[in-house]
């Protein structure tokens, strides 16, 4: 059986800081979760350090999480603005 993206550390890591930060309105999708852990990881975060509570790399999860979030909000408006809604 194949674990799926939700049923990581990482995921559920994300959704905490997700909802602490942003609020309970706001969701990933599968595809912006694995962008999430890309960006941290070539941000050189860890997952081992925010698990150890490492203030350092949970600011850094949460640049990379605002950096998909922003991402999400310009497609949609580069999307309004093609008339291709």
């Known amino acids: 059986m194949s674990v799926g993206i939700k049923d990581t550390a990482a995921w559920h ?3 905490q800081v997700l909802k602490h930060t942003w609020g309970p309105g706001e969701d990933l999708s599968e595809e912006e979760i694995l962008s ?3 960006l941290f990881w070539k ?13 350092d790399h949970v600011e ?4 990379c999480m605002s950096n998909v979030l922003s991402a999400r909000k310009l497609n949609k408006i580069a999307i309004k ?5």
């Open 43 to 55: 941000a050189g975060g860890f997952w081992r350090k925010i698990m150890e509570g490492d203030h």
């Open 36 to 38: 999430v852990c890309k």
């Open 13 to 15: 890591v994300i959704e």
């Open 60 to 63: 850094i999860l949460e640049e």
């Open 81 to 85: 603005i093609s008339g291709n809604v």
